[in-house]
């Protein structure tokens, strides 16, 4: 019996199938930044061995907030002056890049993925 090798992918775009589908392709690409703002924030405030609540006392606010931020699911209102504040306190700069989207065309204006009006 021969095996038949198949590719794996972590794109969730593929995985889902949906890719052709705006709407869901938004709500994908606001979700990745999300797990990107979480995953960074976790990483900043690990970096610094503070705890959730250590470094919610030196923000003057609730542990349960620095929770929401790193909560990919849960992080979606944080404000970029909440981010800023935030990693002020860690003694670090916020920067925010913005690439190229793969695999789109343009069509002579110009979006932003994950970003409302």
């Keep these: 019996m021969k095996t038949v090798k198949t ?4 794109d969730a ?4 199938g949906r890719d052709d589908d705006p709407e869901m392709r938004a709500a994908i690409e606001e979700q990745v ?3 990107q703002v979480a995953e960074l924030v976790l990483a900043a405030r690990e970096s610094r061995n503070l705890t959730q609540a250590a470094l919610a006392k030196l923000m003057g606010t609730r ?9 990919a699911d849960d992080s979606g209102s944080v404000t970029v002056a909440t981010l800023t504040r935030l990693f002020s306190v860690l003694r670090m700069s916020l920067s925010i890049q913005a690439a190229p989207a793969r695999g789109r065309r343009s069509v002579g204006r110009r979006s932003v993925a994950g970003a409302r009006g």
């Design 33 to 35: 930044v999300r797990c």
């Design 7 to 10: 590719k794996t992918t972590s």
């Design 13 to 16: 775009r593929k995985i889902l």
């Design 63 to 71: 542990q349960s907030v620095i929770s929401r931020i790193e909560d």
